[in-house]
């Protein structure tokens, strides 16, 4: 079955260091990747929708030049967490589908910033 | 997007038939009626959708109001590992915003052994 994979699945680091997320579709290509943001005893929170070859669509409140993000193929996109602060620590999620499926979900990064 | 209601949890018996209950009133005749579930520390994964008729998988079934103004999952011998978070989302049919999902607060389901 399709499956997307997250790396790395934990990362801890100082803040004010930038953290770069990969979102990868394993056996199918994807033209649109979805990123959330989940936070403890919380739901997801969709925070921007990932266009291969253009430019990502952010959801309302969500700062473009806080969280780029780069879809430079059908198979691969990444999200940066510019000048981490511990206020962006948090459980980050990729999903992507092959074209009309469910969508499917990676395993989800936990960034944790001291 | 239109809105879904669920209880925040629900507690079952380990397996017991388990009934998860979501309301969509404002449900438009496009919308698809979709189901994950989140594991602790893990990513949603799909569990079933429907859009009129009672659907049935190897994980569940999907029970559609007459007026789809409500549906139920049914998992039918809850396990200890069925312990997740359960989301009800509505998705309209002709994917025009590409397939993104909107999450509302889900179902807390725990199973007692």
């Known amino acids: 079955g399709a499956v997307v994979s997250q790396h790395p699945s934990r990362v801890i680091c100082k803040s004010g260091t930038s953290v770069k997320i990969e979102c990868r579709s394993l056996?199918?290509?994807?033209?649109?990747m979805f990123w959330y943001r989940q936070f403890p005893k919380q739901s997801l929170m969709l925070m921007a929708t990932?266009?291969?070859?253009?430019?990502?669509?952010?959801e309302q409140g969500v700062e473009k030049d806080k969280f780029l993000i780069n879809h430079a193929s059908l198979t691969l996109s990444t999200l940066t967490v510019t000048s981490a602060h511990p206020e962006d620590s948090s459980f980050y999620i990729c999903s992507a589908s092959p074209g009309g499926q469910p969508q499917h979900f990676g395993d989800g990064t936990r960034l944790s910033i001291l | 997007d239109a809105k879904t209601t669920q209880p925040n949890s629900m507690e079952s018996n380990e397996e017991e038939p388990v009934h998860l209950p979501c309301n969509h009133s404002?449900?438009?005749?496009?919308?698809?009626i979709h189901w994950y579930r989140q594991l602790p520390s893990q990513g949603p994964e799909y569990v079933i959708h429907?859009?009129?008729s009672n659907v049935n998988n190897r994980m569940a079934s999907l029970a559609i109001a007459e007026d789809r103004k409500s549906s139920t999952l049914i998992l039918h011998r809850a396990t200890l590992r069925d312990a997740a978070v359960y989301y009800c989302i509505l998705r309209d049919a002709s994917y025009n915003q590409g397939g993104k999902l909107i999450f509302g607060q889900g179902t807390e389901l725990s199973v007692k052994p």
């Open positions: 056996d199918f290509q994807a033209t649109t």
């Open positions: 429907g859009l009129t």
């Open positions: 404002t449900i438009s005749g496009t919308d698809y």
């Open positions: 990932s266009n291969e070859g253009s430019k990502a669509t952010y």
